[in-house]
């Protein structure tokens, strides 16, 4: 075949070679790089490599057509409409501009955040924000470390789930371990509670009281119009309130320690229980074993939910999959804790860490 006659590559083609690139490029540094280049650099290059693999496949993901839009989707859309000079929370709905199967359940906080991106196309934006939830999730997790066993999220079920719904799991995990992104926990309050709870510090909060301020300036009721969406949430639930929930309460006997705090706080919070919403979870193995074992039972948590189906409802196959979750992950991350001493883990790792792990900030 000639040159001329031959097919030209697709998108789906480039990406599966820019990918090839990327990675050959980040296991050359890896193997020989190590002794020549700054850790920070190394770093800095293991973040860039999620964050644009995690975007390249999710821009894969979002650019044939899916049967339902994103999880961002109708943020972006609140934020849209906030931009047009719209009530976001009107703008987005059953019936609505923007037609959805559930209203608007997230906080001004998020929609406001979420406003830069609102500026891009959806196509664009579902990408863009999936590849920020992978490199600040990557980034936070190896400020001590390059290779660290949270670095198992990144190839996870709950990250890939994570990257074809657009989902704020990475995102928020990210942000509780970097503090000048700490003001986007309060886009997701109920995980982002959970995660200051385990990582609190005073960047953090003032960034969310500055985001907060924000919100209310733009739309001063957006309170009273968000709780009235919520109802329509059947499925937010806190997981404690799930058969072998209460159990995680024992993490308390360790509570001066950030693990033991995050634990008992996601399964205190109302939040989807779904796989996407565990990722913080993989913060609390500290050997590779153990997250790989965890890896594991997020795939048996999946597969033990669909071999229980069919659901006669949807609030019964929710139901379903955080009773699995809460045995198969959050109870074995409860063991993990209890089998450790109850002293104080540093909230903020660059309070210890060798300056090259996070003067790039």
């Known amino acids: 075949m000639s040159i001329d006659s031959a097919a030209p590559l697709d998108g789906k083609s480039l990406v599966i070679i820019l990918l090839i690139l990327i990675w050959s490029g980040m296991t050359v540094l890896a193997r020989r790089g190590h002794a020549r280049l700054p850790p920070r650099v190394l770093r800095l290059a293991l973040t860039l490599t999620a964050a644009l693999s995690g975007a390249l496949i999710a821009w894969i993901v979002w650019s044939g057509p899916q049967p339902q839009r994103s999880d961002l989707a109708p943020v972006w859309a609140s934020a849209r409409a906030v931009l047009h000079r719209q009530d976001p929370y009107e703008a987005v709905g059953p019936g609505r501009a923007f037609d959805t199967l559930f209203p608007q359940i997230y906080p001004m906080p998020a929609i406001v955040a979420v406003l830069p991106l609102a ?16 490199g600040l999730f990557t980034w936070g997790v190896t400020s ?8 198992v999220a990144l190839v996870s079920l709950p990250a890939l789930m994570t990257l ?20 986007l926990l309060v886009a997701k309050p109920t995980i982002g509670l959970a995660l200051f709870a385990a990582f609190p510090g005073w960047k953090k909060a003032i960034g969310c009281t500055v985001l907060l301020i924000l919100s209310f300036l733009i739309l001063p009721g957006w309170v009273g119009e968000w709780r009235a969406t919520l109802a329509s949430a059947a499925h937010v639930v806190a997981p404690i309130t799930r058969p072998g929930g209460l159990l995680v309460l024992l993490a308390l006997l360790k509570w001066k320690r950030a693990d033991a705090r995050l634990l008992v706080a996601l399964a205190c919070v109302p939040h989807t229980t779904a796989p996407y919403e565990t990722i913080p979870l993989f913060l609390i193995p500290q050997t590779w074993v153990q997250a790989w074992g965890l890896w594991g039972l997020a795939v048996l948590a999946y597969v033990g939910q669909w071999a229980t189906g069919p659901y006669l409802s949807q609030a019964d196959y929710w139901a379903s999959g955080a009773r699995w979750i809460v045995a198969l992950l959050y109870l074995p991350c409860l063991a993990m804790v209890l089998r450790r001493p109850n002293v104080w883990s540093d909230p903020d790792p660059r309070e210890t860490c060798p300056k090259h792990a996070w003067s790039f900030f």
Do not use: K
């Open 144 to 151: 001590r470390r390059l290779l660290t066993p949270a670095l």
């Open 164 to 183: 074809q719904t657009s989902q704020w799991s990475l995102l928020l995990t990210g942000a509780a371990l970097v503090p000048v992104f700490g003001w």
């Open 119 to 134: 500026l891009l196309p959806l196509r664009w934006a579902d990408p863009l924000f999936v590849g920020l939830g992978f």
